[in-house]
């Protein structure tokens, strides 16, 4: 039996999303005008068939799953309509479809917030490749279908926050990477896992622009990929994922990164020493290899102290304050015991 407990993580009333404001579209994306840069990650979860502690499970009709567009490859739809529902209670408005869809950072479709759900409008992801490699096993370049096959797809609804000062709550659809990890069987000399984009300028127009050093690299320790919290996802509100948020295949790490999220994943390596990723080669003294938010260690430009829940604008912000590991100390602080989080995060 579920038992509703008090936690400062959870929102005070005035926090959720009026039904007015939902509804009205053209009124959301018309708020939604900021620039900037970003990673990070968030906190409350609800992964229906984990048992993480400090897991919160959502509710049967927390949501309605939005219908896809156009033709999916029939695997992938066979494996979004068998996936594990949402089934428990789940505390916190989501954020609208239209907010998750429109507001993004994802560089190799463009610079500002509209430009990735504009630019990717054709970006095809079938057939869909993903080569695993380094210190493992089993690698190959795999289909996205025989990376899929094994794994049932679960609704996981989590925070998810961006050092840029804005947070939202996302029901994604996917499976825990640590699965896929123990397929591949890592070697004994594993110890850091390296996801590298897509790395197509005819495809991705952006990437003719010398804005970043392509293709996007981001990397995990291997105990932080293999958290039970850390999914790979296929999809959001119940389908597929749109191109402009990762399609076909993103990393969701719900304590670190927002729009520094690995998106359109076409390689995973496993590795023995810390890769260099993409933000630690273009701005090491913003963003680190953990690019954690510690509300108690200001960005170089702004402070992590405080976040807005969107949909708002700065001109009408839904303040809250920033939780460490971005709600989720409980299920992930102990891996970092031991380490200076001020000057890691």
């Known amino acids: 039996m579920f038992i509703r407990r008090s936690d400062p993580s959870l929102p005070r009333p005035s926090e959720i999303t009026p039904e007015s404001v939902y509804l009205e579209r053209r009124h959301l994306l ?3 005008g900021v620039a900037g840069l970003g990673l990070a990650s968030p906190g409350l979860v609800a992964a229906a068939g984990q048992g993480a502690a400090g897991a919160r499970p959502a509710p049967a009709n927390a949501y309605t799953a939005i219908a896809d567009r156009g033709n999916l490859p029939p695997f992938l739809a066979k494996a979004l309509a068998a996936r594990q529902r ?5 505390s916190e408005a989501l954020t609208p479809y239209e907010v998750v869809s429109g507001y993004n950072n994802f560089y190799e479709f463009g610079f500002d917030k509209s430009d990735p759900a504009q630019n990717a409008r054709n970006f095809r992801v079938e057939p869909w490749r993903v080569r695993v490699d380094g210190e ?3 690698p190959a370049d795999y289909t996205l279908e025989d990376l899929l096959a094994p794994h049932t797809l679960q609704d996981r609804i989590y925070r998810f926050r961006c ?7 996302v ?3 996917g499976f825990p990477l ?12 594993a110890r850091h896992v390296e996801f590298t984009t897509l790395h197509d300028p005819q495809r991705m127009p952006a990437q003719h622009t010398d804005l970043l050093d392509w293709p996007y690299v981001e990397g995990l320790r291997l105990d932080e990929a293999m958290h039970p919290l850390t999914m790979l996802a296929v ?6 994922l749109p191109p402009q948020n990762g399609a076909p295949l993103r990393l969701v790490v719900p304590w670190k990164y927002g729009f520094k999220s690995i998106k359109s994943i076409v390689r995973i390596r496993f590795l023995a020493q810390a890769p260099r990723t993409t933000w630690q080669r273009m701005a090491p003294e913003e963003y680190g290899y953990y690019a954690n938010v510690n509300p108690r260690v200001d960005h170089p430009r702004w402070s992590q102290a405080r976040e807005r829940r969107l949909p708002t604008t700065f001109f009408s912000p839904n303040w809250r304050e920033t939780l460490p590991f971005n ?8 891996l970092y015991r031991g380490m200076d989080l001020h000057r890691h995060f």
Not at 327 to 334: F, H, L, N, P, Q
């Open 30 to 32: 018309k708020q939604l």
């Open 86 to 90: 949402v089934t428990r209670p789940f």
């Open 327 to 334: 709600g989720y100390a409980r299920d992930v602080a102990t």
């Open 235 to 240: 999809g959001l509100y119940g389908r597929s």
């Open 171 to 173: 029901p994604w659809v």
């Open 178 to 189: 640590a699965d896929l990890i123990r397929r591949m069987r890592p070697t004994s000399k």
């Open 136 to 138: 493992c096993e089993a």
């Open 163 to 169: 050092v840029e000062g804005w947070s939202m709550v």
